[in-house]
């Protein structure tokens, strides 16, 4: 009896330093590739290029001349396009988003005044919003996110015909709030919501702005974006008249890395 219960206790010693020679061997870093945790938290980044098809429509104006009405298709303003550049940018880091849009755009079309003399527009316009935003709520699929926002806006706007030539430019910087509701449609498609309300009379008497995106992912970094954007500016100043709204779908990629 005392013969096997040494037998048995032999065989249990020599099994628990296999077992222990085993798991030394399996977190030596020499004999063992090491197991990288994923980072939490980490920044995460994402570049959007696109094209905006949109058309315009207000009223402009500079002081020697009286308020012009604007109303031009995407058509109009292709055809009189000299120049257009929209990029978009992200950074998200758990429930933080900081993000920026620039637009320019310069074109010529036509405007009207109000005695019925049509008028040669050009316009060069760039806008640049940088804002930062929080993620309020979430689960698998949904997410709500408040921002806030400042809108840099440079106009130089020229009318001329009928003997006439005035222009003039204008810059400023708007505030603005939002909200942005995304959507995870399925593991392709995702989907966006976003409105946007600023100026306060600090600058522009107001300026906002609705957003709507769909999203489908081609790859884990690549996606193709497409949506429409309604973005409408009222400012006034001794005589510079930028009233208008701009309008139409738009198609980009984006790339997160």
Known sequence: MLKNLTCIS???A????????????GIDSSKSTPITLPETNAWEFKIAPYIWFS???????????????????FG???????????LAFEANKGKWRIFSDLQYVNLGTNATLPSGIDLQYD?????????????????????????????????????SGGGMSEGLSESWIDPAIGLTLRH???????????????????????????LAILGYDI?????VVGGYRYQSIDYEDDGFIY?????????????SF
């Open 219 to 223: 790859t884990q970094q690549w996606a």
């Open 76 to 86: 109009d303003i292709w055809d009189n396009l000299d120049f257009a550049g929209f």
């Open 10 to 12: 032999i065989s249990l």
């Open 123 to 159: 316009l060069e316009q760039v806008r640049l919003e940088v804002g930062a935003g929080y993620e309020v709520y979430s689960n698998e699929t949904t997410s709500l996110s408040v921002y806030a926002a400042a809108m840099y806006n440079y106009i130089n706007q020229e009318l």
């Open 243 to 255: 009233d208008t709204n701009t309008h139409g779908p738009f198609l980009g990629v984006a790339y």
């Open 14 to 25: 020599l099994a628990s330093h296999n077992y222990a020679g085993d798991f030394a061997s």
């Open 55 to 73: 058309g315009i429509d207000g009223t402009s104006g500079v002081p020697a001349l009286p308020p012009a009405e604007i109303d031009a298709s």
């Open 184 to 210: 995870r449609l399925s593991n392709k498609w995702k989907s966006e919501l976003s409105a946007e309300y600023g100026g306060f009379d600090v600058s522009s008497e107001e300026t906002w702005q609705l």
